[in-house]
């Protein structure tokens, strides 16, 4: 057999391998993620999260009856659901729980402590979900209920750095135009630049699933001799667009990563 | 297929080198952006299909989807679709990058919030590069 069949086969060996080991069974025992320990539960349900692409509800349960519930993609909690409140019964499915937005980040972080404390022998069990993720469900990432539970960099701390953000971009765009203004929408730099970002943001995508409305930044470039490069921020709800030489592309990438709460 | 069935090794191989060469880089993947297909990669850390073929997918809706197809009609200057494009948050950076021989390929890169983006897609581009000339 040649090397790359070789290669091939040793993986499809890895694949069946792992998919007679895979969770998901909703009934079974489950896979034990941590022992114990306020933190190390936290943290093993964070990577859980962290670790989940495709939509499944992820369910944890731990030694003292505990169980929360989750309905998770693209590494946010779209939904909750634990005992506690819940009432009497462990939640078997999340059919009745609402949707989550990024504010309930708190609320998510306080059930999953409530959990997590005094618990001992934590295991998950995933099921696939297969229904669509509603239009406009944002849902909680992940890195925001490690902020909360973790004590990471606080919510609010945000704020001045897209203004600072958006004032380092205008030292040196061709154009920005910033959507959800304090003055409303602005157009900075050269006009007409300013007005195609304009047109282009009143023809932009619906946003659908929770990917595209977290927090990001994506730039296009490539798009030819003497064109700029093109970023569009989505960052606490508003939208900017920003034109800018090919060159002052790492310094741009760099004021932005900041505002979006990067860890450096 | 058949290109990266005989040629497999020395793709992985550009790919792996692609991949220490910079510390901050946590995955390559050649995908064709036409099928979603990741052809060949190389990870820091084991990882999951799953994974990759996410990462295939941000590069497909980045490369070729709507908003992308909009910034050219307006920005381009040789009518051509977004040659590279990097979506970041907070603790990472994508640069996908497509190939100049077969506007259908492309490497997708995940890495490191802090790592040197035009760095990378310098190095991205001459690894499609040569890629394409093994053609």
Same mark, same amino acid.
């Given at each position: 057999?040649?090397?790359?069949?070789?290669?091939?086969?040793?993986?499809?060996?890895?694949?069946?391998?792992?998919?007679?080991?895979?969770?998901?069974?909703?009934?079974?025992?489950?896979?034990?993620?941590?022992?114990?320990?306020?933190?190390?539960?936290?943290?093993?349900?964070?990577?859980?999260?962290?670790?989940?692409?495709?939509?499944?509800?992820?369910?944890?349960?731990?030694?003292?009856?505990?169980?929360?519930?989750?309905?998770?993609?693209?590494?946010?909690?779209?939904?909750?659901?634990?005992?506690?409140?819940?009432?009497?019964?462990?939640?078997?499915?999340?059919?009745?729980?609402?949707?989550?937005?990024?504010?309930?980040?708190?609320?998510?972080?306080?059930?999953?402590?409530?959990?997590?404390?005094?618990?001992?022998?934590?295991?998950?069990?995933?099921?696939?979900?297969?229904?669509?993720?509603?239009?406009?469900?944002?849902?909680?990432?992940?890195?925001?209920?490690?902020?909360?539970?973790?004590?990471?960099?606080?919510?609010?701390?945000?704020?001045?750095?897209?203004?600072?953000?958006?004032?380092?971009?205008?030292?040196?765009?061709?154009?920005?135009?910033?959507?959800?203004?304090?003055?409303?929408?602005?157009?900075?730099?050269?006009?007409?630049?300013?007005?195609?970002?304009?047109?282009?943001?009143?023809?932009?995508?619906?946003?659908?699933?929770?990917?595209?409305?977290?927090?990001?930044?994506?730039?296009?470039?490539?798009?030819?001799?003497?064109?700029?490069?093109?970023?569009?921020?989505? *960052?606490?709800?508003?939208?900017?667009?920003?034109? =800018?030489?090919?060159?002052?592309?790492?310094? *741009?990438?760099? =004021?932005?990563?900041?505002?979006?709460?990067?860890?450096? | 297929?058949?290109?990266?069935?005989?040629?497999?090794?020395?793709?992985?191989?550009?790919?792996?080198?692609?991949?220490?060469?910079?510390?901050?880089?946590?995955?390559?993947?050649?995908?064709?952006?036409?099928?979603?297909?990741?052809?060949?990669?190389?990870?820091?850390?084991?990882?999951?299909?799953?994974?990759?073929?996410?990462?295939?997918?941000?590069?497909?809706?980045?490369?070729?989807?709507?908003?992308?197809?909009?910034?050219?009609?307006?920005?381009?200057?040789?009518?051509?679709?977004?040659?590279?494009?990097?979506?970041?948050?907070?603790?990472?950076?994508?640069?996908?990058?497509?190939?100049?021989?077969?506007?259908?390929?492309?490497?997708?890169?995940?890495?490191?919030?802090?790592?040197?983006?035009?760095?990378?897609?310098?190095?991205?581009?001459?690894?499609?590069?040569?890629?394409?000339?093994?053609?």
């Amino acid at each position: 057999m040649p090397d790359s069949g070789l290669e091939d086969a040793t993986r499809l060996a890895g694949v069946l391998a792992g998919l007679a080991t895979v969770t998901d069974d909703i009934c079974g025992p489950g896979r034990r993620i941590s022992r114990g320990g306020a933190g190390q539960v936290q943290k093993a349900i964070l990577q859980e999260i962290d670790e989940t692409v495709l939509r499944r509800q992820v369910m944890f349960t731990n030694d003292r009856g505990g169980v929360v519930a989750l309905d998770v993609a693209e590494r946010r909690v779209l939904r909750v659901s634990d005992s506690q409140s819940a009432g009497t019964a462990p939640p078997s499915s999340l059919g009745n729980a609402s949707f989550l937005t990024g504010e309930d980040a708190d609320a998510v972080a306080r059930t999953l402590e409530a959990f997590s404390v005094s618990a001992t022998d934590v295991h998950v069990r995933t099921a696939l979900i297969s229904d669509p993720i509603p239009a406009g469900v944002i849902g909680v990432s992940s890195h925001d209920l490690s902020r909360h539970l973790l004590g990471e960099t606080p919510l609010n701390a945000q704020t001045k750095t897209v203004e600072t953000a958006i004032a380092e971009c205008r030292s040196f765009a061709f154009a920005l135009f910033d959507r959800d203004g304090a003055e409303g929408e602005q157009i900075t730099g050269q006009a007409a630049m300013g007005r195609e970002l304009q047109a282009l943001d009143a023809a932009v995508t619906a946003d659908n699933g929770a990917d595209s409305q977290a927090d990001h930044c994506t730039v296009w470039a490539g798009l030819g001799p003497d064109a700029p490069v093109v970023l569009l921020v989505r *960052c606490q709800g508003r939208r900017l667009w920003v034109a =800018c030489d090919p060159e002052q592309l790492e310094a *741009c990438i760099a =004021c932005w990563a900041n505002a979006l709460g990067s860890p450096d | 297929m058949h290109r990266v069935t005989v040629n497999d090794m020395s793709v992985k191989d550009r790919l792996d080198g692609f991949r220490t060469r910079f510390a901050g880089c946590k995955a390559v993947a050649f995908a064709d952006l036409s099928t979603g297909m990741v052809l060949s990669s190389s990870t820091r850390e084991k990882t999951t299909q799953e994974h990759l073929d996410a990462l295939c997918q941000k590069a497909t809706v980045s490369l070729n989807g709507d908003d992308a197809t909009r910034v050219a009609a307006a920005f381009s200057t040789s009518r051509c679709m977004p040659q590279t494009a990097v979506l970041f948050d907070r603790t990472q950076q994508y640069c996908f990058v497509r190939s100049a021989h077969d506007n259908k390929e492309a490497l997708c890169i995940l890495c490191d919030s802090d790592a040197p983006v035009t760095d990378i897609m310098a190095a991205a581009v001459q690894v499609l590069d040569a890629i394409g000339m093994e053609v």
